[in-house]
């Protein structure tokens, strides 16, 4: 498969053409990407020391226990709890009294980083205290504003403040990197291995951590595994991958590859501000620095930086050999594919900061050792929370619960709904995680919310900014439109629907063209579609009221369709039957007239405007009977 690099730059709107350019995180996962917040919202005002990206530190024997205290995570994202601190080791913090920063808990004067996020003394105190005699406080349901005058008074509404906005055990100090951003851009990478022909909800969160730093003015590299895919990655994996072929991955890559331009475009036409200059974003694809590499002069110029004590001892690696089906060579090799690539990123590109889940941990802890060996780079590494189902489970397409990112396999109406059911506990740390927001307006809404649920406003935005994201503000709409249409019976939403957005709405629903007779009854239309039995049954089903029409109940079996009210302006009927039974009906012919009868004239409905006719009698009236005269359709018309 050849499967060049290629350098997009999504199209500007307010550039000249010519001259160029839906799950459930727990609260504790908000905090690392609250920091790529920060990054992409403080770049010209000198707080980007905010976000914590230790760099890696080498153990003398390799294993990751051993290096645990300078492992590679947002301090301000408890997620990564692998990360935790030694027992009985005090937190490691770093004064900030030169930045003059706020307490993020209850807006003192920060006295340092403390548990992975800027806090005074009095809450460092108060978390340590907490944790360290695991204390458990009274439920408190008021939901108190939690400031410096009042933080004694509830201590269980100041203990979720902390939790919220990041602080975590498993925090470590800012290290080098903070400094290395601000210095000047500086280039990130992410890899998404395409085993699929679409990234998923899971894959969404670490497309925003790379918007976020190209919104700072940051370079992204954003690879496909064209190469890796064939080899497949075993990081939080029970058994090992299904074999790809080489026409599914290269296929599957352009379809992703189209997805990562669609995003990165949508971003930049709605949520970027125009005012800052954006970074470049280049896809590539790891196939075209291995393609023509042979094993031998690979593992000869590689394989040598690499120790077989350190490379058993991942996380990844001891979870699958204690399962029954062991690990095959080929997923045993899948950290050095990876290591590899960001040494290659790094000496192409000057690429020193990889982003990946927390489940990558080893991963990326084997690409610095490797670059470490190998050319003496200081690089760095950022993960970012695993997003999770209600239960617990890593959303993805191996556990079989996917929210996909592509149109054709989850629908914006789909991808829309997923969102705006999530959970109320879960809605705050979504709209910090997957959205633009700044904090001051996430807060605002959920103060909203607060007051009155029944709006579920935080609910709205959350589901309205996802999809606009995904899919444009086109497919905003079309989500609204769908949502509209099916649970707030609008006809109107209906008429305005298009052929493909009442496919995707009712998936499952059968599409039928049907020729429109004159005369043509709700159950002559009911029977073409094979929605109801034969014979008595299926006439009673309608008369008994099992039947809806563009949802008005149809109870009425020998009533002419008429149109407006069972054939909507755009041709479709949606027929209903039962709770669940859809059927999306268009009907062709439409040129047939209707005559209906209003009081003062009987006017023939022709589909076009309504045109007074005389001498004619078509008879479509609910109550009259369905024969007609000779000259139904005489030489007059």
Excluded at 362 to 368: A, E, I, K, S, V
Excluded at 417 to 427: E, G, K
Excluded at 431 to 448: D, G, H, I, N, Y
Excluded at 596 to 609: K, Y
Aim: proline letters at 4%; a negative charge.
């Amino acid at each position: 498969m050849v499967d060049m690099e290629s350098h997009y730059h999504p199209p500007s709107p307010l550039e000249d053409s010519v001259l160029g350019s839906p799950l459930c995180a727990d609260d504790d996962f908000i905090g690392g990407m609250e920091e790529l917040q920060d990054i992409s919202q403080s770049i010209n005002n000198n707080t980007l020391n905010s976000l914590d990206v230790p760099e890696y530190q080498s153990s003398s024997n390799g294993s990751e226990s051993s290096t645990v205290l300078d492992a590679l995570t947002p301090a301000s994202s408890p997620s990564s709890v692998v990360y935790g601190m030694a027992a009985g080791q005090e937190e490691f913090s770093t004064s900030s009294s030169s930045l003059n920063l706020e307490c993020r808990v209850c807006a003192d004067r920060a006295s340092g980083y403390h548990y992975g996020v800027h806090a005074c003394e009095g809450c460092k105190g108060f978390f340590r205290r907490t944790i360290r005699l695991k204390l458990e406080y009274d439920r408190c349901e008021r939901r108190c504003k939690i400031q410096k005058k009042n933080r004694n008074k509830c201590q269980y509404c100041r203990f979720q403040k902390c939790l919220s906005v990041g602080m975590s055990h498993n925090g470590r100090s800012a290290g080098p990197a903070p400094s290395l951003l601000q210095s000047g851009a500086q280039t990130v990478y992410c890899g998404f291995d395409p085993t699929a022909d679409s990234l998923h909800v899971g894959n969404l969160l670490a497309i925003v951590g790379l918007l976020h730093f190209r919104d700072a003015g940051h370079h992204v590299l954003a690879v496909l595994g064209g190469a890796t895919a064939q080899i497949g990655d075993p990081s939080g994996k029970t058994s090992e991958r299904e074999r790809l072929s080489g026409d599914a991955v290269e296929a599957n890559t352009r379809s992703i590859r189209e997805s990562i331009q669609r995003i990165f475009t949508n971003h930049e036409m709605h949520f970027h501000d125009s005012s800052r200059k954006l970074g470049t974003v280049t896809v590539l694809n790891n196939l075209s620095w291995y393609k023509d590499r042979n094993v031998v002069g690979f593992l000869s110029d590689a394989g040598r930086h690499f120790r077989m004590g350190t490379m058993l001892s991942r996380h990844s690696v001891q979870s699958r050999l204690k399962s029954a089906d062991g690990m095959s060579l080929t997923e045993f090799t899948y950290q050095v594919f990876q290591a590899y690539d960001f040494h290659h990123l790094n000496q192409i590109y000057g690429c020193k900061i990889q982003l990946g889940g927390s489940d990558q941990l080893g991963n990326l802890m084997t690409g610095h050792e490797f670059i470490h060996k190998v050319s003496g780079e200081e690089v760095y590494g950022l993960t970012i929370p695993l997003v999770t189902s209600s239960v617990g489970d890593k959303l993805g397409k191996t556990a079989g619960n996917a929210v996909w990112l592509n149109r054709d396999k989850t629908s914006p109406f789909e991808l829309y709904q997923f969102f705006l059911r999530q959970p109320d506990a879960s809605v705050e740390g979504y709209l910090k995680l997957f959205t633009f927001l700044p904090l001051a307006e996430v807060e605002r809404l959920m103060e909203q919310q607060r007051e009155d649920p029944g709006k579920r406003l935080a609910h709205k935005r959350l589901a309205a900014e996802v999809t606009k994201l995904v899919h444009g503000k086109e497919g905003l709409e079309s989500a609204k439109r769908c949502t509209s249409a099916l649970y707030h019976s609008s006809v109107q939403a209906l008429e305005e629907m298009s052929d493909e957005e009442l496919q995707e709405l009712f998936r499952e629903a059968p599409f039928h063209e049907v020729l429109l007779e004159p005369g043509t009854s709700v159950i002559d239309t009911c029977r073409m579609v094979n929605a109801i039995p034969e014979g008595p049954k299926g006439y009673r089903m309608v008369s008994e009221g099992a039947v809806w029409i563009n949802h008005k109940r149809a109870d009425k079996p020998d009533q002419v369709l008429i149109p407006k009210l069972h054939i909507l302006s755009n041709g479709l009927t949606l027929l209903r039957v039962g709770k669940k039974n859809f059927y999306i009906i268009r009907l062709l012919n439409l040129e047939v007239a209707f005559l209906v009868q209003l009081p003062s004239a009987l006017l023939f409905f022709s589909w076009g405007p309504v045109e007074m006719r005389t001498g004619v009698w078509l008879c479509a009236d609910l109550d009259l009977p369905r024969s007609a005269p000779e000259n139904r359709f005489g030489n007059e018309m």
